[in-house]
């Protein structure tokens, strides 16, 4: 019976107090517990920023890497043995800045792995600057006149990339935010889950209340069809007034590893190689 | 006997079908021969040429003569007709390509007219002035007969037909016709079968899939292409997973991700990919991620000459990334050494987790060289310390960067029943948690470059050829091996005493390899594919020795020994 202790680390956390960081980094134990997750058997692979520093402060096998280059390393760990539950972890500049090919490619892979983007629509490690999701007009160091590109639309690209599970949760809502952890790691193909996170540092547009006036579930609506992929372009263009959480869209196509004849049987770590065999290949350049 | 047949036209044409016929013919008789290619970026047109050589010694090297040039375009004649030696002997459709000549070795056949009565299609003119060459060279047609059956078989009887029936007419034609008696003396062969023909791409390829290769992620580009090619067209067979990446930096952290969970993984691309790399391959080195890859250069800088050869990438590789950390950087000049040395680069990077660099260019990868023999059956697959669920007691806290004096940390694999582990790109603690300690920082600084005390004692000495005292060292490293060799020989017949010093095995530098000492007594010669001698340098930096004299080259082309010889004389 795996429980939340099992998940403990004692790596001292380096998040600022208030952080939104703090409710996912618990809504991710208790999907985990949820789910019955056993720690060694599970991998997170993260970035570069605030959010990347997660893994640390859980106990499972963490590879936290570049910055931008979380799905690729996430993609050929899952490669090289798809017994493993892998999750990608990361922040909005990340992911969708840095990021930006991989997160689309990785989509259309659908390679079976949980990407969990902390979306606080600034950068906050490097201390205050625009992210590809600040809303046009943001103000920042980087941008004093208002950013002059509107954000980008993640949940959009991810509909229009046919991705396997796309959905929206907040930090405030962690018991909702755990369900779609959950459902994520539980889908068989490429999940991505936007994360509205505020910033206490430097977003003080975004904030806490900002966001809680606005989000609603969309599984309030119980005639909403996550399958339906029209329903969900319009329902990931919706923002303003109005921020829909939740299962935005969903498809079962096969997955990147389900059609790889090579790990059909057994995954590539568990086997071995005897140079032996390879002999007869010489044969063909007689 | 050394026979060199140059074969110019359009891509497109059919130039690689003359010359695989021609080259798989002679290899079956058990002699050698080396075939470069020379072509321009395009997929049709321009000029290109394909140059066999063939002999009964080791060739590694193009001559700077040929004996028979097959002009398949106008343009041939015009580029290439003063490589033609002595009594050689240009053969060229007339009709064709509108080219007359009144000299006797300028021998005009009807390529296409043959092509069309004996195969039924201009295509066949291929065919037809293979048969052509070997009448030329006074051989039995029987062998490219059974040449072109193997080669066409799948494409239906018919197929075969038509190509043999070109072949034997083109072949008769010559028999009939040919006003010149060429002096080339191909002595009678039997066809044994023993030999093998292959490229420098897919030696390295068969090394790494026996050394236990499982997974290769890549992104098209030339020189590199053909080993994830050859890798792929057996993937299934031999379980590896294949995947194309969306660019370098996506294939190299695919190889880092797999390495991490434990299977063998590799990439290969070219000068511009591995920039795209590099911050990837610091990432190996901080991370203590074993990572392969084969960097196949071409001259640059920039996309420069992209399907022509340069050794110009010696420096890049070396000092490629941010920070210090431990690296391998090796160069095969042969595809024997290609296999021996992927399978040496895969067991350094396991054992000292480290990224091991293996270094190609487009001369070495993409020529055909023939082999006697690959040790395949030797390779010994090291994996390296990786502790079992039976290592560890239970229940254990695990520290992924504790290591002893050698600075090497035993890995465990993710999934492990009774730890896990935690790799960091920050700098970290033996846990692998995230540190500012400035103590551990310097401790983790010694215990990763630790590991080049151990790689050195690895790393093996260069060729001397010659063994003993010289008066001349030619310097060179990876594919220049089969030019300077000759170059070598050559001039010991001319009287000179000349030693070759070839390196194949460069990074970490192993000064116990250099007698300083003799050596400064001798006239060092260094002869590189590149513009300002890169190894050259790090060799006089590494011993202290002064090089005297530097022969470069940097047209995109590769060194023949004529070369090599003719700028030693200048010098002299």
Known sequence: ???????????????????????????????????????????????????????????????????????????????????????????????????????????????????????????????????????AGFVTKTTPRGSMSPACNPLLLAVASDCSFVARGFAGEIDHLADLIKAGILNEGFALIDILQPCVSFNRVNTFKWYSDRVYRIDADLSYDAKDRLNAFQKAQEWGDKIPIGIIYRNQRPTLESQMPAIADQPLVAQQTDPKVFTELLETFK | MDISIRIGGEAGQGIQSISSIIARTFVRQDFYVFINQDFASRIRGGHNFDQVRISNAPVRAIADKVHILIALDKETIKQDIDCLADNGVLMFDADAIG?????????????????????????????????????????????????????????????????????????????????????????????????????????????????????????????????????????????????????????????????????????????????????????????????????????????????RTEQADLKFVMHAGHGDFPRAVLAPGYPEQAVVLMSKAFNLADKYQIPV??????????????????????????????????????????????????????????????????????????????????????????????????????????????????????????????????????????GNSTQMIHYSEIFPFNLRHVTTEQLSKVKIIAVENNYTGQFADFFSMATGLSIDQRILKYDGRPFTSREIVDQIKDAQ
């Open chain 2, 99 to 307: 080219f007359t000549s009144e000299n006797p070795n300028h021998f005009a056949i009807p390529f296409g007219q043959i092509a069309s009565e004996a195969g039924k299609s201009k295509i066949m003119i291929n065919s037809v002035a293979t048969g052509a060459a070997i009448a030329l060279m006074d051989c039995e047609l029987q062998p490219v007969l059974d040449c072109i059956k193997e080669q066409f078989q799948q494409k239906g009887s018919e197929m075969v037909e038509n190509n043999q029936r070109s072949a034997t007419v083109g072949y008769d034609f010559v028999r009939r016709n040919s006003k010149v008696k060429p002096s080339l003396k191909v002595p009678s062969a039997k066809t044994v079968r023993r030999k093998m023909l292959l490229t420098g791409s897919q030696a390295m390829a068969l090394g790494a899939m026996a050394s236990g290769l499982k997974f290769y992620s890549g992104y098209p580009m030339s020189p590199a292409t053909a080993i994830m090619e050859f890798v792929s067209s057996r993937a299934e067979k031999y379980n590896i997973v294949l995947e194309q990446a969306e660019d370098e930096i996506s294939a190299i952290n695919m190889v880092i991700g797999a390495n991490f969970a434990g299977a063998r993984a590799m990439t290969a691309t070219s000068g511009g990919g591995f920039c795209l790399m590099v911050e990837a391959l610091s990432l190996a080195g901080m991370t203590e991620t074993p990572a392969v890859i084969v960097v196949a250069q071409r001259p640059g800088p920039s996309t420069g000459l992209p399907t």
């Open chain 1, 1 to 135: 019976m795996v429980t939340l202790e099992d998940f403990n680390s004692d790596d001292p956390i380096a998040w600022c107090p208030g952080c939104g960081n703090f409710s996912i980094l618990k809504a991710l134990k208790q999907a985990l517990v949820g789910i019955q997750q056993q720690p060694h058997e599970l991998v997170i692979v993260s970035g570069i920023g605030q959010a990347p520093k997660t893994p640390h402060y859980i106990r499972c096998n963490c590879f936290n890497g570049l910055h931008g280059r979380t799905l690729p390393v996430a993609t050929g760990i899952k490669l090289a043995n798809h017994k493993l539950t892998v999750l990608a972890q990361g922040g909005d500049g990340d992911g969708y800045g840095e990021g930006g090919n991989h997160f689309l490619h990785a989509m259309r892979r659908n390679i079976n792995i949980t990407y969990l983007v902390h979306n606080n629509q600034v950068y906050g490690l490097t201390k205050g600057q625009a992210s590809p999701t600040s809303d």
């Open chain 2, 357 to 494: 660099i293996v270094l190609g260019d487009q001369y070495f990868n993409d020529s055909y060289f023939t082999v006697d023999e690959l040790d395949i059956r030797d390779i010994v697959i090291d994996r390296g310390h990786i502790l079992s669920d039976q290592d560890l007691p239970s229940p254990h806290e695990y520290n992924r960067y504790a290591a002893d004096d050698s600075g090497i940390s035993p890995r465990i694999l993710p999934g492990h029943t009774k730890a896990v582990l935690y790799a960091d790109s920050d700098e970290h603690t033996t846990a692998g948690h995230i540190t500012e300690s400035a103590a551990i920082r310097n401790q983790m600084m010694r215990k990763r470059m630790q590991k080049m005390e151990g790689m050195q004692r690895e790393i093996g000495p260069p060729e001397i050829y010659p063994a003993g005292p010289a008066e001349f060292a030619l310097l060179g490293w990876g594919s220049t091996y089969g030019a300077i060799k000759e170059a070598v020989d050559q001039l010991n017949q001319n």
